[in-house]
């Protein structure tokens, strides 16, 4: 609706450019011509002064000057009457291109306050369920005249737990805006090995909780990047193999230069994506079924859409290609240092 009149206001804007223009245009043509015809007159009115007086029919210089004056007069009144056709067809012509132009300039700024509408939408969305949960689970506790200390510390651990949930949430958020704001990251040259080895300490302890082994295999790797945004790219990557993959299974996680790219890879052997599903996983929110996973998996859609900025970032593409129950491989391709 706030679309449909920017469309009519810019499209007004255009034919009101437009109508100046042409009209401008025509009034500089009318007169240039209305004053050509005139000066025509002039010189043919000048010849014939200056013939030698007729005979017979006297009055036939009068009447040829009339007819001339009246001839001025019509080709002065078409002139006219077609520069206003001329303009009113302009008016039509404009004001249907400008119609499409104004809907072509929009579009993009259209899709993309959507964009910022449904994000709004799912922020407000998630941020909501914890707080829901927690404003009944405190409601409930203040009903019960019998609570006592114990109940209290179990209500206010229950609260921490959708706090957590809620910290992870804000800081999510804020990392995607940060990658969404920022032009351009500072590069340095990075070994991905080290970026590897660095994410693999922080979840560490995440895996050794579901007896995860990982499977190295990790070569030197040069590029230019950015440190830290890396290691977070990898961070999510192997978090991600980590939720979604059974206990003690295995992860493999590799690093290596081909065809001029610096390759990573990681794999598991977990619940994998269902087909109608891989196109959408980049997306921001986007939670694929996991209802076929008996475990609930905490998350709310964000890490993939963070690791794609940072790749983007990175003037590089991530991959996926995963098969229900049988794994996912994620593998993020850099252009090498030169
Ligand atoms: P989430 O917080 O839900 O993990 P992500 O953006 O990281 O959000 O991932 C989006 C969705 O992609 C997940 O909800 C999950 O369905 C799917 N997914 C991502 N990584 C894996 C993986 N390694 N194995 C199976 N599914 C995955």
């Known amino acids: 609706m706030i679309f449909r009149s920017a469309y009519l206001k810019l499209t007004a804007i255009y034919v009101l450019i437009v109508m100046v223009i042409s009209i401008t245009f025509s009034v500089v043509l009318y007169r240039i011509s209305s004053s050509e015809l005139n000066r025509g007159l002039g010189r043919q009115g000048e010849v014939l002064r200056n013939l030698p007086p007729p005979e017979f029919f006297p009055q036939s210089r009068v009447a040829i000057e009339n007819t001339r004056i009246a001839q001025l007069e019509e080709s002065n009144n078409h002139l006219r009457t077609n520069l206003i056709y001329f303009n009113i067809l302009i008016f039509f012509v404009s004001g249907t291109l400008s119609y499409f132009l104004a809907r072509r300039t929009l579009k993009p700024i259209e899709e993309m306050v959507d964009i910022q509408n449904r994000f709004t939408a799912d922020a407000s969305h998630e941020l909501r369920t914890p707080l829901t949960a927690m404003k009944t689970e405190i409601e409930v506790s203040l009903r019960d005249k019998k609570l006592n200390i114990s109940d209290a510390k179990k209500l206010l651990g229950s609260n921490l737990e959708e706090i957590g949930k809620l910290e992870t949430l804000s800081n999510e958020l804020l990392t995607l ?110 939670r694929a079924d996991i209802s076929r996973s008996k475990e609930v998996m905490e998350g709310y859609g964000l890490g993939l859409s963070i690791a794609k900025k940072i790749v983007e970032k990175h003037h590089g593409k991530i991959e996926v290609e995963s098969k229900p129950d049988q794994g996912s491989t994620f593998t993020v391709v850099l252009p090498i240092a030169s």
Do not use: M
Request: without cysteine; aromatic residues 10%.
């Open 177 to 286: 805006a940060k990658y969404q704001d920022i032009e351009s990251l500072p590069f340095e040259k990075v070994n991905l090995k080290a970026v590897v080895e660095e994410s693999l300490g922080k979840v560490e302890a995440l895996a050794r909780n579901k007896g995860i082994k990982f499977d190295s295999a990790l070569s030197k790797v040069e590029t230019k990047a950015n440190k830290q945004s890396l290691v977070e790219l990898v961070t999510i990557l192997l978090e991600n193999a980590i939720k979604y993959s059974p206990k003690n299974s295995k992860i493999a996680i590799a690093t290596e230069t081909r065809d001029k790219h610096a390759y990573i890879g990681v794999q598991d052997w977990g619940i994998g994506i269902k087909e109608a599903d891989l196109p959408f996983i980049f997306n921001r929110f986007y």
